[in-house]
T-cell receptor
Framework: GNSVTQMEGPVTLSEEAFLTINCTYT??????LFWYVQYPGEGLQLLLK?????DKGSNKGFEATYRKETTSFHLEKGSVQVSDSAVYFC?????????FGAGTRLTVKP | DAGITQSPRHKVTETGTPVTLRCHQT?????MYWYRQDPGHGLRLIHY???????DKGEVSDGYSVSRSKTEDFLLTLESATSSQTSVYFC???????????FGNGTRLTVT
């Protein structure tokens, strides 16, 4: 079935640093790809998505590009803030459910 | 916010006791899911439902059962809780298989 492999971290950055969290996928066809974010004490929430190859999803300054050549969907942000501290999950559909990466914990220090 | 509520939010129980977690939605979404979240494992699917009385197993279904007698409620039951079932449990819903999931805020279960 479809699956994702995600850089696990944890990742610690200073405020305004550049962020990359790597995600690669294995899939039949070209499913939509997702990034979810989980803030402390909460459930996951959708951060961004891309529905086809070369699509760029973006939200709250985060971006990810669906690259079929490298089967990747890396998450990037040019300047992180303390409020971005959270756990980030890459995900894609698999038959009747969603498959998630192991999650990457990001801590941003002032 | 998608209307999805999990109850209870926290529960402590003893090994061998039955436990039922409830997920309630007000969105009339067809698909409902139960995941568990453990350090180093991300989210793993326990069971899911694709309609009333239609359910199927996920990758970690042993020791769990589910029921969905109406669209809005999806119950997860641990028939005889074990310490390995200590985890945070998340319910999620979606109207179809191409839309993103909307998650509840989770239930933290501790089995002593």
């Amino acid at each position: 079935g479809n699956s994702v492999t995600q850089m696990e971290g944890p990742v610690t950055l200073s405020e305004e640093a550049f962020l990359t969290i790597n995600c690669t996928y294995t899939a039949t066809g070209y499913p939509s790809l997702f990034w979810y974010v989980q803030y402390p004490g909460e459930g996951l929430q959708l951060l961004l998505k891309a529905t086809k190859a070369d699509d760029k999803g973006s939200n709250k300054g985060f971006e990810a590009t669906y690259r079929k050549e490298t089967t990747s969907f890396h998450l990037e942000k040019g300047s992180v803030q303390v409020s971005d501290s959270a756990v980030y999950f890459c995900a894609l559909p698999n038959n009747n459910d969603m498959r998630f990466g192991a999650g990457t914990r990001l801590t941003v220090k002032p | 916010d998608a209307g999805i509520t999990q109850s209870p939010r926290h529960k402590v129980t003893e090994t061998g006791t039955p436990v039922t977690l409830r997920c309630h939605q007000t969105e009339n979404h067809r698909y409902m899911y139960w995941y568990r979240q453990d350090p180093g494992h991300g989210l793993r699917l326990i069971h899911y439902s694709y309609g009333v009385k239609d359910t199927d197993k996920g990758e970690v279904s042993d020791g769990y059962s589910v029921s969905r007698s109406k669209t809005e409620d999806f119950l997860l039951t641990l028939e005889s809780a074990t310490s390995s079932q200590t985890s945070v449990y998340f319910c999620a819903i979606t109207p179809d298989l191409v839309s993103p999931l909307h998650f509840g805020n989770g239930t933290r279960l501790t089995v002593t």
